[in-house]
């Protein structure tokens, strides 16, 4: 059964600085999805990632990809309060046909 | 602009009554689409996979006769919470992706809030 895992669960941290959340799965998978969901809405998404090493960026979010290790982080650079929300990872496979098995998510708060 | 349109958006009812969403693919045909479930704070978690033509796939520990599901076009799927209770109460989330040429990765619709009072 796959489990995805994600650290911390819970984050907040002041504007301006920098952290990383991150994402374990338990079994191979080529393809990894981040997601953002603001309170009371659904889900945006946020990053695809296809590929072992691959890097993706929009604007303070930066992710990436280890298939080896199994692991994506979701890296925030100066962080602005824009950016509080719950961030869920999740895998999956096969575009459009998959079933996606979502991370614990982390819930982060910015503090101005 | 959204390509899975999802409806109604919150729906409060009294116990017992049967409560329909709907999941509608706009610009693409959808052969198969997904229906999640997420209590508050909690993650989402996949209830069925709908499936044009044929019965949805239930997930374990999901029960089938109370959370009936229908697929039959290829723009649209239903979720029936039958008789509902208070503990059906959640936010329930579809999605669909276009398969075949130009597949792309899911959609999401804009879920649909349940309080069963």
């Known amino acids: 059964e796959l489990k995805v895992e994600q650290n911390p669960l819970f984050l907040s941290m002041q504007e301006g600085k920098n952290y990383t959340i991150y994402c374990n799965y338990s079994t191979t998978s080529d393809r990894l999805y981040w997601y953002r969901q603001d309170p009371g809405k659904s889900l945006e998404s946020l990053f695809v990632l296809l590929s072992n090493g691959a890097v993706k960026q929009e604007g303070r979010l930066m992710a990436s990809l280890d298939t080896k290790a199994r692991l994506s982080t979701l890296h925030i650079t100066a962080a602005v309060h824009d950016l509080s929300a719950t961030y869920f990872c999740?895998?999956?496979?096969?575009?459009?046909?998959?079933?996606?098995?979502f991370g614990t998510g982390t819930r982060l708060t910015i503090i101005p | 602009g959204a390509v899975v349109s999802q409806h109604p958006s919150w729906v409060i009812c009294k116990s017992g009554t049967s409560v329909k969403i709907e999941c509608r693919s706009l610009d693409f045909q959808a052969t198969t689409m997904f229906w999640y479930r997420q209590f508050p704070k909690q993650s989402l978690m996949l209830m069925a996979t709908s499936n044009e033509g044929s019965k949805a796939t239930y997930e374990q520990g999901v029960e089938k006769d109370k959370f009936l599901i229908n697929h039959a076009s290829l723009t649209l799927s239903t979720l029936t919470v039958t008789s509902a209770h208070p503990e059906d109460s959640s936010f329930y989330i579809c999605?669909?992706?276009?398969?075949?040429?130009?597949?792309?990765?899911?959609?999401f619709g804009d879920g649909t809030r349940l309080s069963i009072l």
């Open positions: 999605s669909a992706g276009r398969t075949g040429r130009g597949a792309q990765p899911q959609h």
């Open positions: 999740a895998v999956g496979s096969n575009f459009g046909n998959e079933k996606l098995t």
